[in-house]
């Protein structure tokens, strides 16, 4: 595992250090991070057409992020790729995340995200980067509650057109030699293991199609975000270090009663504020062998982000496990004798 990485989304600013890559990669280094991941929609910080047309401008970069002492863990195309798929309902307020020539014109705004998506395939290969970090959109989230009782078919058809429109997605990726991870995500088609798996089997298990782990959305479905591990760890590809907490009352629970998030029982908090045992996530990647970064993604209610950035670097780098060289109990053994291990087993 490579990291401490940190996604630079909720620290881009108008003001320095936080308004240019060079700045805030520096800014980033002193505290202890290794690796940014960088926000494409954000043009203070990286311009994604040029990116992917331009192996040059790729290479003065990521030339200048090693001289700051990071390197890139992924780009991510979070905006980008909600807009892939967007229920009617939402139009207006996802309107802001696209180009403004295309508000207001849902149909190109879905093609100016796929184009999006499309050149973000081809910056991360100039890049040299395998693996990119997105959001799959949504068209049933607004049925996610059965009440009024769904019509029949109505969550399979939307998660056919979740994959047509994906599909040529992942084959450009592949093109690339990048794997696409969608972060698992409320408000996301794709929020749990299950609706993973019914968008897997349309996409015909797209070696491509992987996974964004961040236990902080698990934490607060109440879902075993271990045992996500245990079950998906193989689509794993990309990792968000990003803790919660959920205390439920008998005024709110779940659903959070429409309040803001200081209030709500279920909210996230800065790194080792919350209710996440990282030791287990870091141990169960560890264990199946991840090799991707471990990135903070700091979102808090409470802490001010300059605090919980200098705090997430060292409480990652102290999560980290090296991996066993040697069994420990190498001490005692005994050696391979297949005469003896016939004589203990009583076999003659």
């Given at each position: 595992?490579?990291?401490?990485?940190?996604?630079?989304?909720?620290?881009?600013?108008?003001?320095?250090?936080?308004?240019?890559?060079?700045?805030?990669a520096g800014h980033m280094a002193a505290l202890g991070?290794?690796?940014?991941?960088?926000?494409?929609?954000?043009?203070?910080?990286?311009?994604?057409?040029?990116?992917?047309?331009?192996?040059?401008?790729?290479?003065?970069?990521?030339?200048?992020?090693?001289?700051?002492?990071?390197?890139?863990t992924e780009l991510s195309t979070h905006l980008q790729?909600?807009?892939?798929?967007?229920?009617?309902?939402?139009?207006?307020?996802?309107?802001?995340?696209?180009?403004?020539?295309?508000?207001?014109?849902?149909?190109?705004?879905?093609?100016?995200?796929?184009?999006?998506?499309?050149?973000?395939?081809?910056?991360?290969?100039?890049?040299?980067?395998?693996?990119?970090?997105?959001?799959?959109?949504?068209?049933?989230?607004?049925?996610?509650?059965?009440?009024?009782?769904?019509?029949?078919?109505?969550?399979?058809?939307?998660?056919?057109?979740?994959?047509?429109?994906?599909?040529?997605?992942?084959?450009?990726?592949?093109?690339?030699?990048?794997?696409?991870a969608f972060e698992i995500h409320p408000g996301e088609?794709?929020?749990?293991?299950?609706?993973?798996?019914?968008?897997?089997?349309?996409?015909?298990?797209?070696?491509?199609?992987?996974?964004?782990?961040?236990?902080?959305?698990?934490?607060?479905?109440?879902?075993?975000?271990?045992?996500?591990?245990?079950?998906?760890?193989?689509?794993?590809?990309?990792?968000?270090?990003?803790?919660?907490?959920?205390?439920?009352?008998?005024?709110?629970?779940?659903?959070?009663?429409?309040?803001?998030?200081?209030?709500?029982?279920?909210?996230?908090?800065?790194?080792?504020?919350?209710?996440?045992?990282?030791?287990?996530?870091?141990?169960?990647?560890?264990?199946?062998?991840?090799?991707?970064?471990?990135?903070?993604?700091?979102?808090?209610?409470?802490?001010?982000?300059?605090?919980?950035?200098?705090?997430?670097?060292?409480?990652?780098?102290?999560?980290?496990?090296?991996?066993?060289?040697?069994?420990?109990?190498?001490?005692?053994?005994?050696?391979?004798?297949?005469?003896?291990?016939?004589?203990?087993?009583?076999?003659?």
């Amino acid at each position: 595992m490579k990291g401490p990485g940190i996604f630079l989304a909720q620290f881009a600013d108008d003001q320095a250090p936080f308004n240019s890559l060079a700045d805030i990669a520096g800014h980033m280094a002193a505290l202890g991070y290794r690796g940014v991941q960088i926000p494409t929609w954000d043009d203070r910080l990286f311009d994604l057409k040029r990116a992917a047309d331009s192996q040059t401008y790729c290479d003065d970069i990521a030339g200048m992020l090693a001289e700051k002492g990071v390197a890139i863990t992924e780009l991510s195309t979070h905006l980008q790729g909600q807009l892939v798929a967007v229920h009617p309902a939402y139009d207006p307020l996802f309107d802001g995340f696209a180009a403004p020539e295309v508000r207001g014109n849902p149909a190109a705004r879905q093609a100016w995200a796929v184009e999006q998506l499309r050149l973000a395939a081809v910056a991360s290969r100039r890049l040299g980067l395998t693996e990119h970090a997105s959001f799959s959109g949504a068209l049933a989230w607004p049925y996610f509650y059965p009440w009024p009782q769904r019509s029949a078919g109505l969550v399979e058809e939307a998660f056919d057109e979740l994959a047509r429109r994906w599909l040529p997605i992942l084959d450009h990726f592949d093109e690339n030699g990048v794997n696409l991870a969608f972060e698992i995500h409320p408000g996301e088609d794709l929020h749990d293991g299950a609706t993973f798996e019914m968008f897997l089997d349309r996409v015909h298990h797209h070696k491509r199609a992987n996974i964004l782990y961040d236990p902080s959305h698990f934490l607060l479905q109440c879902l075993d975000y271990g045992q996500f591990i245990d079950f998906y760890h193989e689509r794993i590809r990309c990792f968000h270090v990003k803790d919660a907490e959920f205390r439920p009352t008998g005024r709110s629970g779940v659903y959070g009663g429409f309040q803001n998030w200081r209030d709500r029982p279920g909210r996230f908090r800065s790194l080792g504020d919350g209710q996440v045992d990282f030791s287990v996530i870091f141990s169960k990647l560890t264990q199946y062998g991840y090799s991707g970064w471990a990135v903070l993604e700091w979102e808090c209610a409470l802490k001010d982000s300059a605090q919980g950035a200098m705090e997430g670097a060292p409480f990652i780098a102290r999560h980290m496990i090296q991996t066993v060289k040697k069994a420990f109990d190498d001490f005692a053994a005994s050696g391979a004798d297949q005469g003896l291990n016939r004589h203990l087993l009583g076999i003659m």
